[in-house]
């Protein structure tokens, strides 16, 4: 049934092609938020340049312009209004095709604000009909009429849409959709739907197809990829190892797990892998047993801790990443000293640090006990602070060491040298022939600068 509804958008995607043919016309797309919504983009562009669509950088001169939204953080709704009032003025002028979609429009306050406020946007679509985008814009043209094409019941797991990549060597390969958390303060399990989980051949299909293409790298995503699920007892560790024998990948990654669901098997097919990263992003939110309890996280700050140490007996040289959320409901000065003692003791090489953002249907939205904003950036500045204080000292461990990197290109100040990515996700800034990009080579770290490394590629193997 899912391959009929790919096939009736495939013959969408040929209607507007031929509607379009001679017109020359051009898209752009913004795309907001986390790397599942990249990897949703790359599927509307794949399905934009077989209907006759060109790329442009430029939104002045574009004929169709693309929103794909996010509704994590306030922020995201700042960004869309204000980019809308700038589409307003260009539309004034000309005849462009205005389409918004992802998370976003799954909130009904914000379609209502929308078909208020905005009511010259032609196209509204959710996060279960992106597939539907050729038959949505075929609507707009042909009917000329405003197209809302939003469900409320989870999507299906699509295979086969068109996908245009936006990098040639990394890819990024969804696994899963949706989540089943319900964690308090998140907006995702309700704009997302349940957990659905792609079959182990279709992902591996996927990957063995970007392996031959010439792909090294790739990342899996999932909202909580540790609960994979793929039928018949073929869970996330399965999925690992036979990623990891996928030849010619060379650096596997994957975000983003959740502690509660990071079981030994998982931590097995890991350490018995010479592909995965040992850059883990294990988010914590809280270092609060407290606050991590209302916001429905299922650990306490004790078994963070013991899954961090699990990790690190049977993983020596892994090193972690993490998300935090500071000024959640409720939390006191003594819940947040306790997340600065959880970065202290696990010494994080990079943390994604977050301001508590109200969002509307939340069960933390309902709590009464917000935060004040000034006491809530206080405490992110001293977040901010103390992890900073560690990147120089973290960056000392590589000086002297061999380091596997991926080369992505040319420095952008200083054509000469190179650019590329430890395993651990460090810039390495060397000395280096062109032809040296896309391939993986052993460097040495001489230096640490704060937000990069040097490297010298002389005499390593
Ligand atoms: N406010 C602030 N940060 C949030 N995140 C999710 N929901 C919120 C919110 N309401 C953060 C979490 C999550 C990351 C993707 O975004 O840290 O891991
Ligand atoms: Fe949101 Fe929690 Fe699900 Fe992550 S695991 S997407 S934070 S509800």
Known sequence: MEANEIQEQKEYINKVSNLNTGKKLKYHILTMGCQLNENDSEKLVGMLEQMGYKESTDASDADLYLINTCCVRENA??????????????????????????????????TQKLKKSYPFVDIIFGTHTLHKLPEDIYTAITKNKK??????????????????????????????YGCNNFCSYCIVPYVRGRERSRKPEDI??????????????????????????????????????????????EIIRFVSPHPK?????????????????????????????EVLKVMNRKYTKEQYLSLIDRIKDKIPEVVFSTDIIVGFPGETEEDFEHTLDVVKKVNFEQIFMFIYSRRVGTVADRMENQIPEEIKHKRFDRLKALYEENIEKNNEKYV??????????????????????????????????????GTTINIKIVSQHRWYLKGDSRDCP
Do not use: W
């Open 77 to 110: 709704e700042e960004k869309l209004f204000g980019k809308l009032g700038e589409l307003k003025k260009i539309k004034e002028n000309r005849n462009i095709i205005i389409a918004i979609g992802g998370c976003m429009m799954q909130e009904e306050h914000i």
């Open 147 to 176: 197209v809302k094409d939003v469900i409320d019941i989870d999507g299906k797991v699509y295979e086969g849409l068109p996908i245009k990549r936006s990098n040639n060597r990394q890819a990024s390969v969804t696994i899963m």
């Open 261 to 289: 669901d990071f079981t030994d098997d998982v931590i097995d097919a890991i350490a018995d892998s010479r592909k995965i990263s040992r850059l883990l992003h294990v988010p914590l939110q809280s270092g609060s047993t």
């Open 204 to 249: 591996l299909n996927e990957i063995k197809q970007l392996a031959k293409e010439g792909y090294k790298e790739i990342t899996l995503l999932g909202q909580n990829v540790n609960s994979y699920n793929g039928g018949e007892g073929y869970k996330f560790a399965n999925l690992l190892r036979d990623v990891d024998k996928i030849e010619g990948i």
């Open 400 to 437: 002297g060491t061999n380091q596997k990197i991926l080369v992505e290109g040319q420095s952008k100040n200083n054509e000469k040298m190179l650019t590329g990515r430890t395993d651990t996700n460090k810039v390495v800034i060397f000395e280096g022939d062109k032809e040296l990009i």
